[in-house]
């Protein structure tokens, strides 16, 4: 099932971002048998996930028009990419699967009520076997255990990565996602 269209975006990568994706392929379908989700369509998600990682800020803020994303994300190519491969995905590739487009336009930050499939694209992102980053492996082994808990310990880490470098505004959906996560994790 979309063989072809995932080769096509998978064609657009450049060498570094392929090698990225394919780890978060790997990891994501493991974590699918782990939780019981969708493979096929996790998959999807994951090969478009980054479409437009690492694009000139020039080229996001004029697809930030086309694709009718709200102006706020206009300068901030770490959070407008996810939005960008979502909106890709529905308006020129036709997926129409709501729970696939969330996990690729919240792949970057969570938000609140995170679906299985939300959260697996979330995690495998960040934990990838390319990753190095300091708590990364203590961040693999929760989740085999619980995917829960696992998206509360990579949104603490994010967020605490952000108030030390002096970040302001850390966007609300990751605020309100480890806010959830607080309140629903027994
Ligand atoms: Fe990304
Ligand atoms: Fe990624």
């Known amino acids: 099932m979309y063989e072809k269209l995932k080769k096509e975006v998978l064609a657009k990568l450049t060498e570094k971002r392929l090698n990225h994706t394919e780890g978060v392929r790997r990891t994501a379908a493991r974590m699918c048998e782990i939780y ?24 996001l803020d004029r697809l930030i028009d086309k694709y009718g994303i709200p102006e706020r994300y206009k300068g901030n190519a770490n959070l ?28 970057t930050t969570g938000r609140a009520a995170m679906s299985t499939m939300e959260k697996i694209v979330f995690l495998a992102d960040a934990i990838e076997p390319g990753r190095d980053y300091p708590g990364v492996d203590a961040l693999r082994k929760m989740a085999d255990e619980s995917l829960d808990k696992a998206c509360l310990m990579s949104l603490e880490g994010t967020i605490k990565f952000l108030e030390e470098q002096g970040v302001a505004d850390i966007d609300s959906d990751t605020i309100e996602a480890r806010d959830y996560l607080l309140e629903t994790i027994k």
């Not at 019981?36 to 080229?59: I, S, W």
Request: proline residues 0%; aromatic residues 8%; contains cysteine.
């Open 36 to 59: 019981g989700e969708d493979k096929e369509k996790v998959d999807l998600a994951v090969c478009f996930h980054d479409l437009y990682r690492g694009k000139q800020a020039e080229e």
């Open 80 to 107: 407008a990419h996810g939005k960008l491969a979502a909106a890709a995905m529905e308006q020129d590739y036709g997926i129409t699967d709501e729970d696939v487009l969330s996990a690729v336009s919240f792949h």
